[in-house]
């Protein structure tokens, strides 16, 4: 890539979509900062890629908050940041337990919104927020009604920083991706998932989203 490297924070970036992106960025010559709650699986992306890494959880949203700003402190200066954060649960709604619908709340809405609203300030102009939230805002299946309605509430919440930020020049992404091979239903914290079409290429979808998110930044800069 021309120019100086896109300093983008992933955050997330210890699942499968989110070590798809660190390793995207490397190879596309950004310089990525990456966060996670696994501090194994941190300190071993961590190692393996020399990117500065910063322990997250959902439960501290104050702490989500502090990611960008501290991946801006540690890059010297932050021209975007991709959220990959995610966790499903599945069954008719009347059988979700408030606890399980909470749990979906805030690791699917309100860590990533935290994570943006801290980002707002200290990226660059011209820069990207960026969210995996999922084709299920479009077409929710029946037996993800809580997943869904946590998906839907970031990317409403997305369409709205946009036009805070668009100004600025700021590309708000609201990155719905089919469903892919990457595991993500097998880790769901309760029920089972619905019958799901063939899961896409993750490899394929990431490479899009990165170049996408990659090519406004170019655009930008001109
Ligand atoms: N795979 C799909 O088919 C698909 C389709 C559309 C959208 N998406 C979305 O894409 C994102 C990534 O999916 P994936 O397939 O890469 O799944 P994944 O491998 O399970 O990754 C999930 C990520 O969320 C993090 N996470 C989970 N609970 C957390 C918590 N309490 N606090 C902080 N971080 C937490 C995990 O952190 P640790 O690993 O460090 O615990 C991991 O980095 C999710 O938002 C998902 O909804 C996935």
Redesign the pocket.
Known sequence: MDGEAPRVLVV?A?????THAVHGLLARGAQPAVA???TA??DALAIRTGCPAFP????DLDGCARAAPRAAAALGGLDGVLV????PAFGSADSVPDAVAEHLMT??AL?PMAVLRGAVPVVRDGGFLAA?T??IVETPLMGTADYAAAKSALSVWLGVVSREVRRRGVDVVDAR????D?G?TT?AIAGSPPRLPA?ADPATEMAALLDRLLRHLASARR
């Open positions: 997330g210890t699942g499968e979509l989110g996670g709650r696994d699986r941190l997250i959880d959902a439960y990959a954060v995610g966790v690791v699917n860590c995996i999922g084709a991706l089919p469903h892919m990457t993500f880790r899961g």
